[in-house]
């Protein structure tokens, strides 16, 4: 969710046929892996399931779902998944949004959201 008074969310879809482990990824709103947040290195995402990350104000985080420290620009901006070299391995840009209304990507088109 893309808000100013609410919470963020990052939802990940494993399109794949095997399960994902997150234990080597890492997540930023900049493409600089330095600025990157280590992921759960505990969570694995089955095929064809989501994983949603909390990105909102620590304060409000209820311990039920993975936290990173960052959250969304409501004008819009980059998110970047890292693998363990560093490497962009996926990216997805959106644009500004009305509170309260989220945004995401066709699974079968390309990262623009």
């Known amino acids: 969710m893309i808000s100013e008074n609410s919470d963020d969310y990052i939802e990940l879809y494993n399109h794949t046929n095997e399960p994902v482990s997150l ?3 890492r997540l930023s ?3 600089k892996f330095s600025k990157s947040t280590a992921l759960e290195t ?3 995402i089955n095929p064809g399931s989501y994983y949603v990350i909390y990105c909102g104000d620590y304060t409000s985080f209820d311990g039920n779902k993975t936290y ?3 959250g969304l620009n409501r004008y819009g901006e980059e998110i970047y ?3 363990e070299d560093g490497v ?3 990216s997805a840009e959106y644009t ?3 509170n309260g209304y989220t945004c995401g990507r066709d699974i079968n088109s390309d990262t623009s959201l």
Do not use: K, W
């Open 23 to 25: 234990s080597s990824y």
């Open 29 to 31: 709103d900049s493409p």
């Open 42 to 44: 505990n969570v694995q």
């Open 68 to 70: 990173v420290d960052m």
């Open 81 to 83: 998944i890292f693998n």
């Open 88 to 90: 962009v391995i996926d």
């Open 96 to 98: 500004s949004s009305a």
